[in-house]
C-alpha cells in the first residue's frame, strides 16, 4: 500500500461523536498524518467515563496516528475563581487525556474584562492542571473577540511566565486566529517578526501545534470565522510560506475547517499541493 509520509503532518479536528473506531476510519479517509479530537461532548459539562473497551479502540488509531487534545468549549480559564466547574471541568479532561495515553492538551485562555485578573487565572488553572497530571498544556492564541485572552505574544507571555512547570507547556497557534487578532501574516515581514517575537519570548521551540485555518474575516477583524483554505481572507499564499518555512520543518497541525460536503477532502488536497518536495518524503 503506498503511503504518503509527510515531514510536515497535517491533518484534521475529528470527531468521535460515533466512536474511536469510526474516528479512526475517517482520519484514514481523509488521509490524515495527525488528528485533534474533544475528549468528551464539547458542549456539556457532563463527565465522561470511558470504559476499557473505548480505550481499546482508542489505541487503534492513536497507535496508528498521533492525536492531540482540544479542551470542550465551556471551562473558562479565566474564571476559574467565579464558577468551580470551569476548574473541575479542565482538571476532568485532564484525566480523560491520562486515561486515553493523550500526551497534549490544546487550551483556550479564557474570556475576561478584568485582564490581569484572567491571566492569573489561566495561569493558574494550568499549574493545577500540571501539578496534577503528567500532560503538556499547549495555550492556544485567540482571535481577540469578545473578552478573550492569548490575543497576541505578550498577553500569552505573560500567562507562561506565571506557569510553574514550563517545561510542560507550550503554544498552539492558530492562523485564523493569529490573523484576526491583529498579526497581518499575509505579509512576510509580520510573519517573521512574529516568529522573532516568539523566540524573544516564549521561545520558538515551544511552538509545538498549528490550527491551520484560513478566515472568513479580515486582518484584526476580532471576529472568529474560520474558512476553507486558500477560499479566505488569509489566503493560499500564507500557507505555502508557513509550510515550506523550514524553522516548522517538523510542524504538525490540523485543520479545523467547516464540515461541509466534500471540502475536507478538497482542503487537504490544497495543503498537501502546497509542500515543495523538500518538505515531504514519499515512501512505499
Ligand atoms: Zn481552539
Ligand atoms: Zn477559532
Not at 492531540?68 to 480523560?96: Q, V
Not at 492558530?174 to 523566540?199: C, M, P
Request: include cysteine; charged fraction near 30%; hydrophobic fraction near 40%.
Amino acid at each position: 500500500m503506498m503511503r504518503h509520509e509527510a515531514a510536515v503532518k497535517i491533518g484534521f479536528h475529528i470527531s468521535i461523536a460515533g466512536g474511536f473506531d469510526k474516528a479512526h476510519e475517517e482520519a484514514k479517509r481523509l488521509r490524515c498524518d495527525v488528528v485533534q479530537i474533544f475528549v468528551k461532548n464539547p458542549r456539556s459539562w457532563a463527565e465522561k467515563l470511558w470504559r476499557d473497551e473505548d480505550v481499546e479502540a482508542f489505541r487503534g488509531l492513536s497507535s496508528h496516528i498521533p492525536v492531540f487534545a482540544h479542551l470542550s468549549y465551556l471551562p473558562n480559564l479565566a474564571k476559574i475563581d467565579e464558577d468551580e466547574r470551569n476548574m473541575k471541568g479542565f482538571a476532568h479532561e485532564a484525566g480523560l487525556c491520562r486515561r486515553l495515553g493523550i500526551p497534549s492538551i490544546v487550551v483556550h485562555c479564557g474570556s475576561r474584562e478584568k485582564k490581569e485578573k484572567g491571566i492569573a487565572m489561566a495561569a493558574r488553572a494550568v499549574n493545577e492542571v500540571l501539578a496534577k497530571f503528567d500532560i503538556q498544556v499547549l495555550l492556544e492564541n485567540a482571535s481577540g473577540q469578545g473578552a478573550s485572552l492569548g490575543r497576541n505574544i505578550p498577553e500569552l507571555t505573560k500567562i507562561y511566565e506565571q506557569i510553574e512547570r514550563k517545561e510542560k507547556a507550550f503554544l498552539c497557534l492558530d492562523t485564523a486566529h493569529l490573523f484576526q487578532s491583529g498579526y497581518d501574516i499575509r505579509q512576510k515581514k509580520v510573519w517573521n517578526g512574529l516568529i522573532d517575537e516568539i523566540g524573544e519570548t516564549i521561545g520558538k521551540e515551544k511552538v509545538a501545534f498549528f490550527h491551520l485555518n484560513d478566515s472568513s474575516t479580515g486582518a484584526g477583524s476580532r471576529v472568529d470565522r474560520h474558512w476553507h483554505i486558500g477560499k479566505g481572507e488569509l489566503g493560499i499564499e500564507f500557507f505555502r510560506l508557513l509550510l515550506n518555512d523550514k524553522r516548522f520543518a517538523h510542524l504538525a497541525g490540523v485543520m479545523e475547517t467547516p464540515k461541509m460536503g466534500k471540502m475536507d477532502i478538497r482542503n487537504m488536497k490544497v495543503m498537501r499541493s502546497l509542500l515543495s518536495p523538500l518538505m515531504s518524503r514519499s515512501s512505499s
